[in-house]
């Protein structure tokens, strides 16, 4: 199993930007398919954003951050990154990261992080 950990997570105002990494202990990271979930209090699991493997990986973003958020990867550094740009208070969550195979533009996750908290401010 895939061990993940987040980091980059904190408190900032609304309109700010966050960049969250996620290292991964995969031996072969670039062939995996990677993504983002978030939960805030009381509400499910959200699909935020996957990239699948490989160098030039396509990716797919929830509506709620399309044209927000951007997802990346370095597989050198077997890293996976969400830049978070124009960032609402409805962004503050826990954000998680993920790796499963890739279905229906997310991914079915089997593995995941301890989880980060995003804290945006009005």
């Known amino acids: 199993q895939v061990q993940l950990v987040e980091s980059g997570g904190g408190l900032v105002q609304a309109g700010a930007s966050l960049r969250l990494s996620c290292a991964a202990s995969?031996?072969?990271?670039?062939?995996?398919?990677m993504g983002w979930f978030r939960q805030a209090p009381g509400k499910e699991r959200e699909f935020i954003a996957a990239?699948?493997?490989?160098?030039?990986?396509?990716?797919y973003y929830g509506d709620s951050v399309k044209g927000r958020f951007t997802i990346s990867r370095d597989n050198a550094k077997n890293t996976v990154y969400l830049q978070m740009n124009s960032l609402k208070p409805e962004d503050t969550a826990v954000y998680y990261c993920?790796?499963?195979?890739?279905?229906?533009?997310?991914?079915?996750?089997?593995?995941w992080g301890q989880g980060t908290q995003v804290t945006v401010s009005s």
């Open positions: 993920a790796t499963g195979p890739f279905q229906d533009k997310t991914i079915v996750p089997d593995s």
């Open positions: 995969a031996r072969t990271f670039s062939s995996y398919a």
């Open positions: 990239i699948k493997r490989g160098g030039g990986g396509s990716t």
